[in-house]
């Protein structure tokens, strides 16, 4: 089974960093490939980010691409997101998904859904 908790979300200034984490309390997660996806209001989730379950293959969106981080510490079971030059648009709840194919949560191939969510964490990015 596998439970995913976020943290880490909170206000930051415009071009600040957060770092988010979000741990699995299960066994298997080294099984999964990982994603953070994020939602805005009134808007829809949107993918951000994806780590191969060995942390060799990394995905990004185009609008996160050179500013966020995924990695991913199997050890600790825990994928983190390392968010640097934040904007405003950056505002969102932010979730972490696994699932057993890496393809489904790049937006590689189409899904209907993730294996597994958590409830996400709020990030506030302020002008």
């Known amino acids: 089974q596998v439970q995913l908790v976020e943290s880490g979300g909170g206000l930051v200034q415009a071009g600040g960093s957060l770092r988010l984490s979000c741990v699995d309390s299960g066994s298997t997660f080294s099984r999964y490939a990982m994603g953070w996806f994020r939602q805005a209001p009134g808007k829809e989730r949107e993918f951000v980010a994806a780590?191969?379950?060995?942390?060799?293959?990394?995905y990004y969106a185009d609008s996160v691409k050179g500013r966020f981080t995924i990695s991913r510490d199997n050890a600790k079971n825990t994928v983190y997101l390392q968010l640097n030059s934040l904007k405003p648009e950056d505002t969102a709840v932010y979730y972490c998904a696994a699932d057993s194919q890496l393809e489904k949560v790049a937006g590689i191939i189409a899904s209907d859904g993730m294996d597994y969510w958590g409830k996400g964490t709020l990030v506030t990015v302020s002008s």
């Open positions: 780590i191969s379950s060995s942390g060799l293959s990394i």
